[in-house]
């Protein structure tokens, strides 16, 4: 399915039809497509800004529930993802809580949810999720290529 390109989003490198790939809820899901292209939003102080976008299609018209978010705060997710990653390999050495240097003086200090009275039982519960969704590992190694073919 091709993205629209009349909305505010202006889609600059798209992948089309994710719904096939869209991990188990594939070829089901709603997500039809990503895109990276030039946000929908202009902020006054810093000008135009760039944006990753995940197109939700309802059947008949798209979604205002699609999501489309910061490239930095995409790249955020990707690494607390690998955080989490790497504390489930490693629950004796790696600590849950940490400060992650992002450059430019800014940290991404990572900890858990106090507030979940549940913690325990349902981090227990995220990892063997996580450790049983075979569409992760595949992702996380793609993801592990493309930044060492991009020089990181």
């Known amino acids: 399915m091709q993205l629209p390109v009349h909305l505010k989003h202006r889609p600059i490198l798209t ?16 997500a039809k497509g ?3 292209g030039l946000a929908q939003w202009m902020n006054p102080r810093i000008g ?7 197109w939700r299609y309802t059947g008949n018209r798209w979604s205002r529930q699609s999501e489309e978010l910061p490239i930095h705060r ?13 504390h489930l390999n490693n629950q004796d050495q790696e600590p849950l809580e940490k ?13 858990k949810c106090s507030n979940n009275e549940q913690f325990q039982e349902d981090k227990e519960t995220f990892a063997q999720v996580f ?17 060492e073919k991009a020089g990181y």
Do not use: W
């Open 99 to 111: 400060e992650i240097d992002l450059g430019l003086n800014q940290y991404m200090k990572i900890k």
């Open 15 to 30: 992948v089309e039809n994710h719904d096939h790939n869209d991990g188990k809820y594939a070829p089901h899901s709603d």
């Open 34 to 36: 990503l895109s990276l």
């Open 74 to 86: 995409v790249l955020d997710l990707s690494i607390l993802i690998c955080e989490m990653k790497i």
């Open 131 to 147: 450790q049983q969704d075979k569409h992760l590992e595949g992702r996380l190694t793609a993801l592990r290529k493309s930044l």
């Open 48 to 54: 135009q800004d760039i944006s990753a976008k995940m």
